[in-house]
Nanobody, 124 residues
Framework: QVQLVESGGGLVQAGGSLRLSCTASGPIVSINNMGWFRQAPGKQRELVALISRGGTTTYTDPVKGRFAISRDNAKNTVYLQMNSLKPEDTAVYYC??????????????????WGQGTQVTVSS
C-alpha cells in the first residue's frame, strides 16, 4: 500500500514563506508526475504545481514567480517552496503522485495517490 505523507504546513503572515514536503512510501517501482493541489473553503480543489520525473514543471498562474516545486527521486519526495505568501493562498494543500507499484506475481500497476492534506493559513 502506497502512502503519501505531507509536512510543513502552518500559520504564516502575509509575505512570509513556507516549505511543504511530501514523501511516498510502499512497494514503489517508480513515480512519474508529482504535484501539489489545494482546496480553499467552499472552493474546488485546484492544481498548484506539477513536476515530471525528469524535472519539467508546470504552475497555475496565481503562484508563478512565488512558488517553486522540486523533487528528490532517490527519496521519493516532492517539495513546494512557497514565498511571498498571500491570504488567498490559504487552503489545505494536497500532495499527488502517479506511482507504479509491484503487485503479487510481479505484476506492475500504475495508480494515482493522494496525501492526507496539510493546512496552510496566511494571515493579513
Amino acid at each position: 500500500q502506497v502512502q503519501l505523507v505531507e509536512s510543513g504546513g502552518g500559520l504564516v503572515q502575509a509575505g512570509g514563506s513556507l516549505r511543504l514536503s511530501c514523501t511516498a512510501s510502499g512497494p514503489i517501482v517508480s513515480i512519474n508526475n508529482m504535484g501539489w493541489f489545494r482546496q480553499a473553503p467552499g472552493k474546488q480543489r485546484e492544481l498548484v504545481a506539477l513536476i515530471s520525473r525528469g524535472g519539467t514543471t508546470t504552475y497555475t498562474d496565481p503562484v508563478k514567480g512565488r512558488f517553486a516545486i522540486s523533487r528528490d527521486n532517490a527519496k521519493n519526495t516532492v517539495y513546494l517552496q512557497m514565498n511571498s505568501l498571500k491570504p488567498e493562498d490559504t487552503a489545505v494543500y494536497y500532495c499527488n503522485a502517479d506511482v507504479t507499484t509491484v503487485q503479487s506475481m510481479g505484476v506492475m500497476r500504475l495508480q494515482n495517490y493522494w496525501g492526507q492534506g496539510t493546512q496552510v493559513t496566511v494571515s493579513s
